[in-house]
C-alpha cells in the first residue's frame, strides 16, 4: 500500500485482516510496564532534532506516528541511531540540513502540529508536509495563523485549511501572538516549541480557555529539559518564550499512561488485579488521573509514585455524569466500562474528539448501539446505559483507541470480531501481545 494511503510503519502489525478476543473465565491478574508515551516520544523526538548537540532518549515509543517522525527528520538530514527503546540524535540547531524534501508523516496529529513552526525557525529551504486522509482533513489553521504573524510563510496546497501544506524557512520573529486553545492545545505546543528559536521573545496569550492542559505541561517540561526559557502565568494563559534555542542532553520519557488504562481496565471489567510497573500517579499525563475514575466505580486502587495498581469491583458502579475534558483519549474507555455498571453513565464535554482519528463519539455509539447497548449520542459525548451486550463485527475506523476499547469489550462478551487490528500499532504495535501475557486468548486472522 503506498503512503498516500496508509498510516502503518515497518513497526506495525501488518497482514491481519481481524482479531478474535476470547471472553476470560476468571479474574485478569498480573503485572506489566507499557510501552513509552506517545506524547513525550514525538515531542521529545522534534526538540532532540532542534536542538544544538547530541540527544539520547531512553524509552522511545516504537509506534506508527514516531516512525513517520524519524522517518521525516532523516528527509530532512538529521543523523539518528536507535536500539530498542534508545535513540541518539544528532540536532541541527534550528538550520535543517535538507533544504528541500517531501514529508509524510502518516496519521501523526501531533507531528502535524509540531513539525510546521520547527521548518519554518529555518534560515532558507522549503517542504512539503502531508499525511494520510484522514489526517489532512484534521484542523491547522489556528497554529498556521498564529505563526504566519511571527513572520513564517506557510501555504496550504489545497482548498481546505490542513494538509498538504508546504512551509518555507523564513526565521521566525519575536512579538505578542494570541492563539485559541478550545479546539486543541496541541496548536499551543507547536507555537511554544518553534519560538525558542524566534529572533526575539515570544509573548503568547491563549484565547478561549485551554483544553487538555496537562499537555502543555508536558511541552514545557521538555522544553526546559532541553534548556529553554520560559516563564507562564499559572493557568497556562499567558506565556513568554526567550530565545535560547534548545541544547542536547540524555533524557529518560515516561511510559504511556493512556496505554496502561487499558490493562488496568481490565482488572475492572473481570475483578482481578492488575499492576503497571513504570506509570506513576502524579505523572504530568492527564490520563494517569483514570484511575480515580475507576477508584468512583468501585474498583480498589493503590496510586504509587512509579506505578498504578487496580483490584476490580465485584459490580461496578455508574450513575454518574463525567466531564472527560481532561483526559479525553480515556472517554471511550468508559465507553467498554459502562454496560457492565449498575446504572447509566454521562460522558460530556468532549466534543474534540469528533475530529480525532475517528469520530470516536459516532463510531462508539454505533459500536455499542450494534451490540445491542442502549446509547444516547451527543454532540459533545453520550450516555450509556446498562445492558447485556452481544457479540458482533465491529470496524475500529483506522482508529487505535477504538480497537482495544473493543477488545476490552471481548473479554466480557462473545463473538466480537475486531476488523483492521493493525491500528492499534499507532501507540501500542504490542497491544495484542500484552492481552496474551496476561492469560487472553487472541486470535489474529490474514
Same mark, same amino acid.
Given at each position: 500500500m503506498s503512503q498516500e494511503l496508509t498510516s502503518r510503519s515497518p513497526w506495525a502489525l501488518h497482514?491481519? %485482516?481481524?482479531a478474535i478476543v476470547s471472553p476470560v473465565q476468571g479474574p485478569i491478574n498480573g503485572s506489566l510496564r507499557v510501552p513509552g508515551s506517545k506524547s513525550y516520544t514525538n515531542r521529545a523526538l522534534i526538540l532532540a532534532a532542534l536542538a544544538k548537540g547530541k540527544s539520547t532518549l531512553t524509552g522511545f515509543l516504537k509506534s506508527d506516528d514516531a516512525y513517520w517522525c524519524i522517518e521525516s527528520l532523516r528527509r530532512l538530514g538529521i543523523q539518528l541511531e536507535m536500539e530498542e527503546d534508545e535513540i541518539t540524535i544528532e540536532g541541527c540547531n534550528g538550520q535543517w540540513p535538507v533544504k528541500e524534501a517531501e514529508l509524510f508523516i502518516g496519521a501523526a496529529g501531533t507531528i502535524a502540529r509540531f513539525l510546521p513552526g520547527a521548518l519554518a525557525v529555518c534560515q532558507g529551504g522549503s517542504w512539503q508536509i502531508d499525511g494520510i486522509e484522514q489526517l489532512r482533513g484534521r484542523p491547522l489553521s489556528p497554529l498556521i495563523d498564529a505563526l504566519r504573524k511571527l513572520g513564517a510563510e506557510i501555504d496550504?496546497?489545497?482548498a481546505q485549511e490542513g494538509l498538504p501544506i508546504r512551509v518555507k524557512g523564513t526565521g521566525l520573529r519575536g512579538g505578542? +501572538?494570541?492563539?485559541? #486553545?478550545?479546539?486543541?492545545?496541541? $496548536?499551543l505546543s507547536g507555537l511554544l516549541i518553534a519560538s525558542s528559536y524566534a529572533r526575539d521573545p515570544v509573548t503568547i496569550q491563549v484565547e478561549h480557555g485551554l483544553v487538555q492542559p496537562d499537555y502543555i505541561g508536558i511541552t514545557l517540561q521538555l522544553m526546559k529539559q532541553f534548556g529553554a526559557k520560559v516563564e507562564h502565568d499559572e493557568g497556562y494563559e499567558r506565556f513568554t518564550v526567550y530565545p535560547t534555542g534548545y541544547t542536547g542532553g540524555e533524557i529518560t520519557l515516561e511510559a504511556d499512561a493512556s496505554t496502561a488504562n487499558y490493562f488496568l481496565t481490565l482488572a475492572a471489567l473481570t475483578g482481578g488485579r492488575v499492576r503497571v510497573e513504570n506509570v506513576g500517579y502524579h505523572s504530568y499525563q492527564p490520563d494517569a488521573k483514570f484511575i480515580d +475514575?475507576?477508584?468512583m466505580m468501585g474498583c480498589e486502587v493503590d496510586k504509587g509514585e512509579t506505578y498504578l495498581e487496580v483490584k476490580g469491583a465485584k459490580q461496578l458502579r455508574g450513575g454518574f455524569d463525567i466531564d472527560m475534558k481532561p483526559m479525553s483519549d480515556q472517554a471511550l474507555t468508559i465507553a467498554a466500562l459502562a454496560p457492565f455498571a449498575d446504572a447509566p453513565i454521562n460522558v460530556y464535554n468532549v466534543a474534540h474528539i469528533r475530529t480525532?482519528?475517528? &469520530? !470516536?463519539? @459516532?463510531? +462508539?455509539?454505533? @459500536?455499542?448501539?450494534?451490540? #445491542?447497548?442502549?446509547?444516547?449520542? !451527543?454532540? &459533545? #459525548? $453520550? %450516555?450509556?446505559?446498562p445492558g447485556t451486550p452481544r457479540g458482533a463485527r465491529l470496524n475500529p475506523h483506522d482508529d487505535h483507541r477504538q480497537a482495544m476499547v473493543f477488545a476490552l469489550l471481548s473479554v466480557k462478551v462473545p463473538g466480537i470480531v475486531i476488523e483492521d487490528p493493525g491500528c492499534v500499532s499507532k501507540t501500542c504495535p504490542g497491544f495484542f501481545s500484552e492481552l496474551q501475557k496476561l492469560g487472553v486468548?487472541? @486470535?489474529?486472522?490474514k
Open positions: 497482514g491481519y %485482516k481481524e496550504y496546497q489545497s505578542s +501572538i494570541t492563539i485559541p #486553545g478550545h479546539v486543541s492545545s496541541q $496548536f +475514575i475507576l477508584e480525532h482519528e475517528s &469520530d !470516536r463519539i @459516532a463510531v +462508539i455509539c454505533q @459500536a455499542l448501539t450494534k451490540m #445491542g447497548i442502549k446509547v444516547e449520542e !451527543r454532540e &459533545d #459525548g $453520550f %450516555k450509556i446505559y486468548q487472541v @486470535a489474529l486472522k
